[in-house]
């Protein structure tokens, strides 16, 4: 059974549109929670990072951590098509394992 | 700013060739790691690296070797390339190998073997 996963898409919405990305994990032992974003012929850089269940917002974006469903969900308000990319969960246990990726959500958005 | 940096965007190389990519951060980082990606398998963590010197393997070792001689510098070794190497490299770092780390990657490497 795959660790972490991640329904790879292309997911397109329009412009303006509430963007849901969702991952889902099985070890409950993972304990830290993040998402990368990665544009085209670029590495991934550090979008989000959570730690608890519940809710974290930084501007547009909202991470969400539901460690008894074992479920995590990045939340795009207003999207632009700047936000189009690939977007990576990232779960880590807190031992020496490292982090563990979802293989990605290619998201398009149209002007 | 913080600086991960491979030193080829792009390498076309030939089957049975050595190949070497390096990679330099400026972030006085622990860790280094080497990732490759491809299209449907997502990052898989070939090696990393917690100190100079120090090498581990991560979940896809097999045809690869890596060298960090120096704090800054870590070197992807392809001791015979193949074809089923073709892929995206990527290099990160990160300052912390447990808890919560923060990985700072570079652009990568987009690597061909005919």
């Known amino acids: 059974q795959k660790e972490v996963e991640q329904d790879p898409g292309p997911l397109s919405v329009p412009e303006g549109a509430i963007v849901s990305l969702n991952c889902t994990y099985s070890n409950s032992a993972f304990q830290y929670f993040m998402w990368y974003r990665q544009y085209s012929r670029k590495g991934p850089e550090l979008l989000m990072y959570t730690y608890s269940s519940g809710n974290k917002e930084d501007g547009r974006f909202t991470a969400q951590v539901d460690k008894s469903s074992k479920y995590i969900s990045l939340f795009i308000r207003d999207s632009q098509p700047s936000d189009s990319a690939t977007y990576l969960c990232?779960?880590?246990?807190?031992?020496?394992?490292?982090?563990?990726f979802g293989k990605g959500t290619h998201l398009i958005i149209q002007p | 700013d913080v600086k991960v940096t491979q030193s080829s965007r792009y390498l076309v190389k030939r089957t049975g060739e050595k190949v070497f990519l390096e990679c330099v951060q400026d972030m006085d980082h622990e860790n280094m790691f080497w990732y490759r990606q491809d299209p449907g398998l997502g990052l898989r963590l070939i090696y990393f690296?917690?100190?100079?010197?120090?090498?581990e393997k991560g979940d896809i070792p097999e045809g690869y070797s890596v060298s960090r001689e120096k704090k800054e510098r870590f070197s992807l070794i392809l001791e015979s390339a193949s074809t089923n190497q073709t892929s995206m490299y990527l290099c990160?770092?990160?300052?912390?190998?447990?808890?919560?780390?923060?990985?700072?990657f570079g652009s990568g490497t987009q690597l061909s073997v005919l």
């Open positions: 990160a770092s990160s300052l912390r190998l447990t808890g919560s780390e923060k990985l700072f």
């Open positions: 690296s917690y100190d100079v010197k120090m090498k």
């Open positions: 990232a779960i880590e246990g807190g031992g020496a394992d490292g982090l563990t």
